[in-house]
């Protein structure tokens, strides 16, 4: 199954692209919390606090390891 990561806060009120394209295409995706406004965190993907590297890193451990 494909992934994305989204690393970058974001504090305008746009979506990025990317998010939009893999959120339309059913790929499962780790984003920031500023970047990730139509994120159903557990859902429809993994949503973490601007600036926690470590859980981000957790999130995106945890996402590889389901099928």
Request: proline share 7%; net charge positive; hydrophobic share 40%.
């Amino acid at each position: 199954m494909a992934r994305c990561a989204l690393p970058r806060p974001r504090y305008d009120d746009g979506i990025p692209k990317r998010l939009a394209q893999h959120t339309a295409a059913g790929i499962s995706i780790v984003a920031l919390q500023g970047s990730a406004k139509v994120l159903g965190d557990g859902r429809t993907g993994m949503v973490v606090p601007n600036g926690n590297v470590d859980a981000f890193a957790e999130a995106l451990v945890t996402l590889s390891k389901q099928p």
